[in-house]
Structure formats: C-alpha cells, structure tokens
C-alpha cells in the first residue's frame, strides 16, 4: 500500500533551507513514496515550493508533489499536482503537460468525475475523523467505494495510528495519505 505524506505549515518550518531540511527528515523517517507541499496561506508558496521539489528530487524514489498550482508543478518540474475538487477542469491541462495527477474528493461523484477528466489517483475523505472536516465515511464506504471504482483510491482523513493503516489496506485501498501520521509517528 502507497503512503502519501501532506505536509501542513503547522509542522514544518517556512524558510527554503529549514522546509528542505525539513523534508529530507521526513523522507529519511518515513520513506513515503509522494510527498504534497501544501500551504494554502504562504504568500512565498513558489520559493519555498522550489526548496521543497529539491528536497523531493535528492532521493531517487521519491515523488514530490505540489498543491494546486499546474503551472509551477511544471515550471519546478514537480512530478505531480494534487488539485482540489473545485479544480477538477484543470485535470486535462496538467496530464498534458506530462504532471501526474491527484484529485481530492468527498463523493463518488466526484471521484467519476475526476476519473473522466484523467486523475491518475484520487484522495476520497474524510475516512476517520478530523477537525473541521465534517462527517467521517468510515471504512465500510471506503472498502464499497474500493470495490466499485477501479482507480488509485488514497484513504485520508483522521489517520494518525499503524491500526488505522492496517484497516485501510484491509479495505484494498491503493494507499493512505495523511498530514498527522507523519508528524506522530
């Protein structure tokens, strides 16, 4: 099962060199195979993405991912975006130039549509739950949405423990994607 770090600007400092220092220790701790930098509020998001892509680019397996912006995941040469739900018509632009694609959703709607579109994988959440994130689906709706939607399904939301991983890949989910498990463990 896929592991996708997230991070938060809450647990990772905001300079270039701390962010990419940051970022090595993540990757040296958790060996995640994508990593998303994700801060929504940074006015310097592009300086500190490019620290970040860097960081991701030193270790061979790894694939650094940015939130939200096609065009400098591609400038950075970035290997991928991970667009919100609200972005899903941004999906056809990004797969043409060459990014890999992650899609945030909350619905099976969302997730057909963002299939249609071309998301090579999708987060569906919240599984567990998480402040300010609304009902949690839990892992019943996971494993039934698993079994009837052929695409890479990545389980976020409230995952912070090893048992909750374990639950999740018991569901045949393609992998979980989380800010806290990282930060926690």
């Known amino acids: ?29 958790h060996a995640p195979d994508l990593l998303l930098y994700r801060d929504k509020q940074n006015p310097g998001y592009a300086l ?14 790894v694939k650094g991912m940015l939130h939200g912006d096609v065009a400098l995941s591609h400038r ?19 797969k043409s130039l060459g990014l890999y694609v992650i899609a945030s959703t909350h619905s099976e709607q969302e997730i057909t549509l963002a299939i249609a579109n071309g998301a090579d994988a999708v987060t569906y959440s919240p599984i567990f739950s998480t402040p300010n ?8 709706d996971l494993k039934e949405i698993v079994g009837k939607i052929q695409t890479n399904i990545f389980a976020l939301g409230g995952i912070t423990t090893d048992e909750q991983v374990k639950q999740i890949e018991a569901t045949g989910a393609y992998g979980f994607a989380s800010i806290r498990y990282f930060i926690e463990n």
């Open 133 to 140: 994130k609304g009902e949690p689906k839990g892992l019943e």
């Open 48 to 61: 500190l993405a490019e620290a970040f892509v860097k960081a991701c680019s030193k270790r061979e397996m």
């Open 76 to 94: 950075l040469h970035a290997y991928g975006v991970h667009l919100t739900s609200q972005q899903f018509e941004e999906i056809k632009e990004a």
């Open 1 to 29: 099962m896929k592991s996708y770090l997230i991070t938060d600007p809450a647990y990772y400092r905001s300079t270039p060199e701390a962010l990419y220092a940051d970022v090595q220790t993540a990757i040296t701790r």
